[in-house]
């Protein structure tokens, strides 16, 4: 028992008590008077006052029940507001009398309360992951678009652009988009050729080509992909597109790039072609003296020589791109190539009265070299300086000792490279512009170069140039420790 | 009386090769390396015929027919262009547009070629004297 409880039984049997003595007044006084009306009325008094305790003790037993109730009711309501998913037990619940339904209803309700609460919580914990989860896979997809080389475009119904990665950006000359609804690009002039080309077509689901210039007067290739699509998947709604524009222009670079190749092969190969029909025919058809024919047969032998070479070329390109390289790699002396290499081009200098100059190091420069594919890098080198720098020019071959390679390197006083064409050069088929009407070429010889010194030899190849100055292409070979190695060590480099 | 024509190659061999032939002949002949050194040569003293290669470096021999054809002095030449495209080149159009009299392609016959510049400046000079009769003739 409570001291609540225990203070209210305590003023119960105080008003008891004072009731009994009310009645003995009662009945005394009546006694002086005889009769039965004191018995009577004291009587009355005594149950009167009983009833009144007697109802106040009830109903105070009531309440408490009721407020102890109605605390645990508050109790609960509170844990559940306060989101305790699970209800503390709390106290036996005694009903007041009369209430027990309406009371077990209400706490059926709170606990269905706390339910419905405890779903909510729950739903909204889910909610806020995948929340989370959607704007880090929009940030994925996002950069994932962003990686792409091909401008991607999603367009809403309204023309406003929703997605645009970073490619698209920068074609349409856009910054950020910024607003939520999309971004108007009314005044873009590369995306309003877009749309209207796009407006023009009968079928939406489809791609069509599209060339043109740029905003930076770059000239464009694209071969552009639509798809329709309504975002809430419903009929009626406007449709959004989705629109990627595949670059084709290096596939038809390469093309033009495959046919120009075609053609100047054939013009390379017929160019010594025409040397030695027409020599054959002189041979045959004159009467020439001896030196004349003597002439005339080395000329066929040098014409014979440069075609050999430009098949020798194209074959081991072939070789490169089918992987079947065959390499033989023994101790050189990278000097002696370079020699070798100088005499085969000294009369093509002299031919163009070119000053040709070697100034090879006096120092040993030992290399582990396939010796064919070597000389023909180098052949390749001085070729180019020959073929591009006007007559009367001068091409200077040097060679010289560097800590852990032996370098050589070829300058000349050509018509130079610009910092685009020194980047490219070493492109198959790339031909400088400026050079096509200079030299005939076949876009071969730097390519295959660069694959004999970076790729056989493990060396590596680099060209500084100034325009309307000169080149220097610098090829620099792993040394070979010849000297004081042994013959693994020497092996080992550059295998 | 002499003709003279003026052989442009970038080829030095090809240059020499037909050089000799056309000398062989009783034909008199100049040389030139490129399109360029040809024109001027041509402005010096314009030549009965021109031999010249397609792909040259500084000036091609397209670009020297076109040069040829715009002067009123030397729009008259024969022109025998020589190439390794061929089948690159449409010959009627090269013709009705650059007034090439000849197309022969790489490798080519020096004899070939030499019965060509004969036939050729043959009917020039056949060529100029019946035109050169009419002009008489309607006077």
């Known amino acids: 028992m409570t001291r609540q409880q225990m203070g209210t039984l305590f003023r119960n049997l105080c008003c008891l008590g004072g009731i009994s003595a009310l009645s003995i007044a009662v009945l005394t006084l009546g006694l002086g008077t005889g009769g039965w009306e004191p018995w009577v009325a004291a009587a009355a008094v005594t149950l009167f006052g009983t009833a009144v305790v007697l109802k106040s003790t009830v109903s105070s037993k009531e309440r408490e029940t009721t407020r102890r109730w109605l605390e645990e009711l508050v109790r609960r309501l509170e844990s559940v507001v306060a989101g305790k998913t699970v209800l503390e037990p709390g106290v036996t619940l005694e009903f007041p009398k009369g209430y027990d339904d309406i009371g077990r209803q209400l706490t059926r309700r709170i606990e269905q309360l706390g339910e419905l609460i405890e779903g909510l919580t729950q739903a909204q914990a889910v909610a806020e992951i995948r929340a989370q989860k959607a ?17 991607v475009l999603v367009v809403n119904g309204f023309d406003r652009v929703e997605v645009a990665n970073s490619a698209a950006r920068e074609f349409l000359g856009l910054k950020e988009l910024d607003t939520d609804d999309g971004r108007s690009c009314v005044g873009n002039e590369l995306f309003q050729e877009l749309m209207a080309r796009i407006r023009r077509l009968k079928i939406r689901d ?5 060339e043109g210039n740029d905003g930076d007067d770059h000239r464009f290739h694209f071969r552009v992909l639509v798809r329709e699509w309504r975002p809430d998947g419903q009929e009626s709604s406007l449709p959004s597109l989705a629109i990627v524009l595949e670059d084709t222009s290096s596939l038809t670079n390469l093309r033009k790039r495959h046919a120009e190749f075609v053609s100047a092969v054939s013009h390379e190969m017929k160019a010594p072609l025409a040397g030695i029909r027409a020599y054959v025919e002189l041979l045959a058809d004159e009467d020439v003296d001896e030196t004349t024919r003597d002439e005339f047969v080395t000329t066929i032998e040098s014409q014979i020589e440069r075609l050999q070479r430009l098949i020798e070329n194209l074959l081991n390109l072939a070789r490169i791109e089918a992987g079947i390289m065959k390499v033989k790699k023994q101790n050189y002396s990278l000097n002696e190539i370079l020699e070798d ?24 420069l030992g290399v582990v070299a396939d010796r064919d594919l070597l000389l023909q890098a180098a052949i390749n080198l001085l070729s180019n300086a020959i073929k591009y720098t006007p007559d009367g020019g001068k091409v200077v071959l040097r060679s010289r000792m560097e800590e852990e390679y032996a370098a050589f390197e070829v300058e000349d006083t050509g018509v130079g490279l610009s910092p685009e064409d020194c980047q490219r050069v070493f492109e198959r088929f790339y031909r400088v512009e400026s050079h096509k009407n200079m030299a005939p070429g076949t876009g071969l010889g730097l ?12 060396g590596r190849i680099t060209v500084r140039s100034e325009l309307g100055k000169g080149s220097t292409f610098v090829v620099e070979i792993p040394r070979a420790v010849a000297v004081s190695g042994s013959v693994g060590r020497a092996v080992s480099v550059g295998s | 009386m ?13 240059l020499r090769a037909v050089e000799f032939k056309l000398r062989k002949v009783g034909f008199s002949v100049k040389l030139a390396q490129n399109g360029e050194v040809a024109w001027a040569v041509i402005q010096e003293a314009a030549p009965d015929l021109i031999v010249s290669d397609y792909q040259m470096p500084i000036l091609d021999g397209l670009e020297l027919a076109k040069r040829v054809r715009e002067n009123p002095a030397t729009q008259h030449i024969p022109f025998i262009l020589l190439t390794g495209k061929g089948f690159e080149l449409d010959q009627e159009d ?9 197309v022969l392609s790489k490798p080519f016959s020096p004899r070939e070629l030499v019965e060509e510049a004969t ?21």
């Open chain 1, 135 to 151: 704007t880090m896979v929009a940030r994925q997809i996002a950069s994932v678009l962003d990686l792409l080389p091909d401008p």
């Open chain 1, 206 to 210: 489809t791609q069509f080509d599209w």
């Open chain 1, 341 to 364: 290499a100088a005499r085969v081009m000294r009369p093509h200098a002299e031919q163009k009265h070119i000053d040709f100059q070697c100034e090879l190091s006096p120092l040993y």
């Open chain 1, 447 to 458: 390519p295959l170069t660069k694959h004999i010194v970076e790729d056989v030899h493990g």
């Open chain 2, 2 to 14: 002499t003709k003279l024509i003026l052989l442009c190659d970038d080829e030095l061999p090809i």
């Open chain 2, 94 to 102: 090269l013709r009705a547009r650059l007034g090439i009299t000849r």
């Open chain 2, 119 to 139: 036939k050729i400046l043959q009917s020039a000079e056949y060529g100029s004297e019946s035109a050169a009769e009419a002009h008489i003739g309607t006077s």
